[in-house]
Structures are given as C-alpha cells and as structure tokens.
C-alpha cells in the first residue's frame, strides 16, 4: 500500500487511499488500554479505535477532514504509537496518523508553535542557529536559571517547560560513587562522555587515527561493517556527546564508522506534524547522501529518527523518479538502532560502573521498532550496573515532539506521571535512547526538584570503555583492564 | 441524528461531571456509534463520563428527571451492540471509574469500580498469590461492568464457570439515581432470593454497576498446555468427547478452524500453528503438580484416538502465552482476512458439534461466504465467524441469511442462541426462536421492576417492536 502524493483538495481521497490500512480495524477496542490518552482522558474519541474511527469517517465522507473533532482527536494523539504492537488486525495506526494529520493540515494548517518548529527543522541554517542559542542558553546558565525563576502557567510557563528541556541536555556528573575505580580508587572522570576534550560541540568525528580504537582480535579484520551515522538535528545540536559515544562504542565493536556528508533532518519531526511533502524532500536528501557514503548500514542513535528511517521505503513508495521508491526502501533496510548493531555484535564488555540506572523505552524503539531487548543488552555489557527498568516503562513519556508545548495539561499530566514512576525506581541516573524523551524527562525532573541525570544508553557503555582502557589509543590500550567476559 | 439535550439539562451535567466529561457534539459522538460490533451504527445523544458513585447516580438522577433513556457503557468491546444508544438514549461511560477500591487477600476478595479492566484485576490480585478467574478473550480491554452485564465466560470457564460465581456483591445505581447495594462483603449468598445472580447477566438492562465485589482464587500451582493437530474440526471435536469421557476436567477446551488458524498466522500473534492443518486443539490442565503428568498423556492419547496427526506440549510460560494469544487474539486477527467481520456465537450440546460444523460448513458453501471456526469446545459454545465487506450488499445479505440459518441450526438441536455474548441488538429477532410468549412476558416483568419508566437501555434482548435508530 502507498502513501498517495495528492494535490491539495484531495483530502479525502489521500486517506481514501488507504482504504486497505484501515480497514483491518475491526473495531474490538482491544488498544483502548494501551492508549495513554485514552487512560486519561477515557474518551474514546481520544482512544485508537475512536480515532481511527474517525479516519473512516472522513474517507467515508461523513464528517470533514476540516471539522474541530477531527483535528482535536488527531492532534491529541501523541503518535507513541503504543496501539500497534496490541492490534490483532495489524492496523499501520502510525502510517494512518501521519496521513490524517497532513490531510488535516492541509484543511487547517496546525498551530503556529508547531508551524515554526517545522520551519526550523527544514532548514541547515535556521536549525543551525537554534540549537546555537540552545547551547548558549545552556552553557551560560540561563536556562537553569529560567527554570527555576518562571512560574509554571500561560506562554511563561511553556518557555520554562522549553529552558528546562534545554537545561536538561547537559552532561550528567556521576556521584561519587560511580567514580570509584575497580579498587576502590576514585578515577579523575566526573562527567559521562567526557572522553573527548569539548564534548557537545564535537560538530565531527574524530579523526580515523583516533577514531579507531583498540578493538578486539575478531574484528581486526579488513571486512570491517561500514556504517554512516544519522547525526540528527537535536542529537547533533544539543547532544553532540551521545554522537561522540556512539561513534566511539561502535568502532569498539567492530564497526567503521564513516561520515556521511550533506545528511539532512530525518524527517520525523514533519511527518508527524502533518507536512508529509516537507518529509518526503528531507528523506529524498538523505537516500542520496547515504547511497554517496556507500555505507553497508546505517545506525541511528535517536529512536524517533530511526522509526522514522525505517518508513522512508512507505512514504517514498509512490515516487517513480530516479527509482527513489526502491532506493528508500533500501536505505530503509540498512537502517539499524544503535542498540541493534551492538546486540548483533556481542556487544563487548567494559569495565565495571557501580550505580543504578532507570531504563525507560522510548516508544519509537519499543513499539514502532519493536526493540525491547536491545537496549537493554547495550546496558548489561557494563559489568556491575544495576539496572531497573522503570515500572510503566512501556508508555509514553509526554515528549512527543512539542507536545508538552501544545498540549501542556495532558502532556503535563502524562510526563508527571513518568517522573513519578521514574523516581520510585532510586536510581543514580536514567538511560533512555531518545533525545526527545531525555530531554522530556530531563525537564520533568527538573522541574520536579529532583537532581537526576539523564544520559543514553551508549554513554555509559562509553565511560565504561573508557575506564576499560580501550580508547587508550595505539596497542597499549589492548593491555588494559580487560574486564571478565570480554569477547 | 437525534435532537441535542436541552441546554439546561446539559448545564446541569456539565456543572457535575466537568465541561470535559459531557459530549455532545455530533462529530465527536459519531465514535460511540458501534461497539465491538461495528455492523450496527446507532451515535447517541451524549455521551456522559462520571468517575464516582455519586457522580454516577447523580448523572442517572438528572436525566431520569427529564425522561432522557440511559445505555450504560463500558469498553465497548461487547458483541451484541449492547452498549449502542438506542431511541436517543445518552451513553453513561464507566471509562473514568476505574480504580480498585479495595483488595482483602485474607478474604480473597476485591472492591472495584465498573470500569476496570478484567486483566488489570488479575494483575493486581498476582502479587497475593490471587487471580480473578473469569477469562473473556477480550479480558485486556474488556470491564468488569461489562462482564456483570454480559455474565461473560472464557476459555478457563470449562472448569471455573462463569462471571456469575464469581460476583459477591454489587452496588446497583437504578434507572432514577438511587443506590441500592445488594450481597457483598459477610453476607451469605445463600440467604434469601439471590439478587446478585438476578442482576448478572441482565445486558445493562436492569441497573447500573457502580460498584463491584469480586471474588478471587489462589493462583493454579501449576499448568499443562496441550495442542493437538487435526485434520479436521470434526476430528478435533470427536477429540474433546473423548477427553470428556475419560473422565478428565481440563481448565480449558478450545477449538481453532483453519480459516482462522491462517488468520492468527499473519498476525503479530503468531502461535506456530500449522498453516495446513485442519484444526488445532488447546486443552489445558490446571491445579497442583502432581498428577498434571498423567491427565496430560491422557489427554494426548484421547487426541492420537481421534486422529491427531501430533501432540505438542509447551515446554514453558512463553510458549504456552503464545497459544494462548494466538486463540485469544484470533477475533481480531481476522481483520486481516477481510474487512468486516460478523462474530456469531451460539451453544449447542457438546456431542452434536461434530454434526453441527459439518453443517455450518455447508452452509457456508451454499452461501458462498468465508466461516473462521473458534470456539469454547468444552463447553459447546460455538464462534463462526462469518467474513465480509460491507461495501458488498449482495454479500451482506447472504450474511444475514446464513447467520439466520446457523442460528435456526443450533436451536434445532438443542442448543441456543448465545454462549456468552449476550442479545443485545443483534439477537432480538432470534429471542422467539427460543422463548415463548410467556417467558419472554415475565422477562419484560422483571424488568419494570428494576426500571418502571422503561428508560434503561431500551431497544435490547427483548423483542419489542423494532426500535428506531
Ligand atoms: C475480540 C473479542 C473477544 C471476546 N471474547 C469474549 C469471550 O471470550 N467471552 C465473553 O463472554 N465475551 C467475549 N467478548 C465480548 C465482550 O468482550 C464481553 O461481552 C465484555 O464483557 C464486554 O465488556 P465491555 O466493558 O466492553 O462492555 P460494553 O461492550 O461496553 O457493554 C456491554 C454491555 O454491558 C453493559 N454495561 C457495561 N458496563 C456496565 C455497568 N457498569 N453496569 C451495567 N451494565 C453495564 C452495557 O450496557 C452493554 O449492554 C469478546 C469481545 C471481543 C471484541
Ligand atoms: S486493536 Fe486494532 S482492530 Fe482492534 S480496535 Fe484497535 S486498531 Fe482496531
Ligand atoms: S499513538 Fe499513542 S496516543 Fe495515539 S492513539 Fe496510539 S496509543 Fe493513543
């Protein structure tokens, strides 16, 4: 089935087309209690059924594609996707919504807060300048600052929600007791990912001479797996450091990580704010830039970006040009989480980090993906972390884009309950592999008064590797610590 | 469309459930128009959403004072357009009245507000060491109000019965708002006329839950699952006589035709059942370990008697979750097969359903129409599951015909019209194929007792002149 390229005034034949998606909904209400919003609003118009519902009313031509309930129900769906993975019919919910919120963008153009995200993200220079202030705002403590001086209601209270959210990217600081060597000596790292000199603006990777650290026998060999990295626009602007651990954990398991120059935004971001065209032209950019790289894979560190990805082959399908239909759909193929290449590769094992870690699932790995295990694996190759997968983990945190932005009740509401249930599991920190949900929960935190870091998952593979020794740099690194069960 | 509320009513209810919990605009009602049986289109008039007691029968009081008729609603995962809004009834939806009040693992027994889930009931009755027996395929989304309502069995009601033995008491708020509790917590059950057992099963005609006391059971020690292969359903039926006559009492019994066996295949929940195979048989033990063994190779053997080509066992908890996922997700699973789904459900005498799917199966052929078979075969409760597409109304009558067919079938050799999901709207015209005048008369007399008014969800069960929707 394909996502229709239509002309404006074809609303409903756009979802018309996706007859078929639709209807598999058999109407058994069996994803009503995996809905977040469903819970906790409990109209079903806010449920999946209900909404998919509508859909089918709109193609049925019964209700208008621009009517209040229509964009209220579809805008109100956080898009976590959480129904898919319940539905006994199969029902592509995800693919279905990103359509209704296109042809309902196309009716009423979205929110302004929306439209200039989306402005934002679709150009180099403007995202460029963005995440420039973000980091000035970080850096200069103004954030934190703002954070704790805004009151938490009206337009003030979302611009707290948004400094929190960039106050919440910085580095985590491990306690002291994360410090402490094997021997119960106190190593001089403080902060996570402080490997490279000036971690959040590492803009590129290391040079290959230092990028190419020690790794185990099995791998020396010369058919080392190429793969490119999605640098992301939030990953690269505001968390440049999990870029830098990924590319460092990655090589450490085997892989050749190579540049992938004139990459673009993923995406996800537009598709899901209803501007499919905007998607499909971003997409369009990175099969071409990936095809330049000649990468065998690609690995992807944000989970929203690598569901994205994945669906480049659905949203290109009906684009005849330059065969791009079958060229998406093979970028799409290659496309891998983080967490997926090094589950494949063992991964290898660090040297120990006493703590405990929440893990929560971002809901673009765990049900758009699929990927539950994964990360996980990703967390247990550090010897000694403790780790406690947050009770709820399966829901959404509230991040949603901007959703707490345009819907600050429910959003509040939905990300205070993932505060609260992050907090009940007494961790040191939390992993979760998503920039959009650490920043989410960061902010949450944050604003909670709680002094609880927030890292990704490699980043403390990465410091694991990193007392391990192994990116010592030239053969001494091999002589090392090598922590028990290595590969 | 019917007419709107009267704007002072709609205040009123506004003023005690919140602006956000009374729906009335007809874009947004136009989703509570079906239930989990989307044949039937009937939006209400509004939709109302309390979260308490008060709440509740305070919403009941208000629109009974206007002669406004009420449909209460729980998932709407019901299969016989019980929870649909007929004669410009409002929805009064338990979807925010779903805490767990209370829960005494001395007593085993839970205090729970209608809206509930079943599964999350068991979820948390586990740690005790408790569950809530009662297991509908639709238990992940499906509420106890609704099972009260619907009396609703499940795969494990083979060996347990159904939601009726498992009901200790109820808070009823009646069609005027007035609460009345009946059984519960040091009554004795067997004192006086059973009320409870009156109530449960009553399709939401009599009263609204508002509460609702549950009994628990200690979780089975331990578990044997079982699926047998077969080449056809016949073989698999003669399959559960014999295991029947040995003398065994399986927790559960369940049947998967081969329609539905590609059905479940397909979809995310795959059982690993043989896409060539006829049908395939769940039988599952239950109860302390030992001897568990012993009844299971009966049970195998019984299986290779009647012709099983092979008997597995799951070799643990993953795999006996997959066969079970795979029989209880098989409703849904079938979207992927066509579009519209009817879901039938009749009982017939246990020894007959070898004669009786042979029979469904002509008169599939005869219909040219696509029957999935799954059904509670212990019990003899039978779902065809008749595939369609709306779109298509040269097919949908032929569904109509052969449902009738099927229906008159079941009747014929003795059994009835449905095994658990109820009447509702869609059984209405078969209700005289079983009742006579009489009984439906004093059916229709039970009721004025409960709701005088006829204003609690009118146009269900009992086959009055047809309703308008
Ligand atoms: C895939 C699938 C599988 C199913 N499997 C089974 C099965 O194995 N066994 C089985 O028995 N059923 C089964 N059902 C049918 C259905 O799930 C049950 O009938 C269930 O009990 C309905 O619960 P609900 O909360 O969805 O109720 P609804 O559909 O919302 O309502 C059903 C009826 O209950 C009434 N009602 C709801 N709440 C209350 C209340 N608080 N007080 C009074 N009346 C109320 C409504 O008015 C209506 O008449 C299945 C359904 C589906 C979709
Ligand atoms: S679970 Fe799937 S088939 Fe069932 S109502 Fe939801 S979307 Fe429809
Ligand atoms: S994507 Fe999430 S919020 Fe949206 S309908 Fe599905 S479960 Fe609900």
Redesign the pocket.
Known sequence: MALEQHPVGALEQALEAQHERLMPC?????CLPACPTYNRLGDEADSPRGRLHLMRAVVDGRLSAASEAFRRHIDRCLGCRACEPVC?SGVEYGTLLELARDVAGRSRPPVLSTRLMLAVFSSRLWRGLFFLGGRLLRSTGLAALGTRLLPSGGLLGSARLGLAMVAATGPWRASRRWTEGQDGTTSHAGAVGSASADPDRAQKPPPPSRATPVVADRHRSTDRIRVGLLTGCVQEGLYARVNAATRRVLEANGYDVVEVRGQECCGALHAHGGDLEEARRLARANVASFEAAAVDLVAVNAAGCGAAMKEYGTWLSNDTVDDMAERAAALARKTRDVSELLSESGPRRGAPLRGVVAYDHPCHLLHAQRLEQPPLSVLAAVPELEVRVVEGASECCGGAGIYGLTHPDLGGRIGGDKVRSVLAASADVVATPNPGCMMQIGAGLRLAGADLGVVHPVELLDESYRRAGYYAGGPSGSRGPRPSGGI | MTEPLAPTLERRLVELVGRDHVITEADRLLVYES??LSAYRWPPRAVVLPATTEEAAGVLRLLHGEGVPV??????????G??LAAEGAVIVG?AR?NRILALDPENRVARLQ??VQ?TRLTDAARPYGLYYAP?????T???????????????HCLKYG??TRYISGLTLALADGELVKIGGAGTDPEAGYDLVGLVVG????F????E?EVRLLPLPEAVRTLLGIFASVADAARAVTAIIREGLLPAAMEIIDQNTIRAVEASVYAAGYPTDAGAALVVEFDGTDAGLDADARRAEACCLSAGAREVRRARNAGERLALWQGR?????AMGRVAPDLL?QDATVPRTKLPEVLERIGEIAKRYDLTIGNVF?AGDGNLHPNVLFDRRNTDERERVEAASKEIMALCVEVGGTIT????V?VDKRKYMKLVYGPDEIDAMRDVKAVFDPRGLF?PG?VLPDAEVSA
């Open positions: 058999v109407h058994c209400g069996f006994p | 239930d989990g449909v209460p609603r729980g998932a709407g995962t019901g299969l016989s019980g929870a338990t009245m209608p809206g079943n297991d509908p395929s639709s238990q989304a499906c509420t106890i109000g609704g099972n009260v309502a619907e009396n609703s069995g499940g795969p159904v939601t009553s399709e939401g005609c009263a609204m839950a508002v609702v209880k997700k098989a409703f849904g879901v509670h095994g658990e999901h109820g509702g969800n269900k």
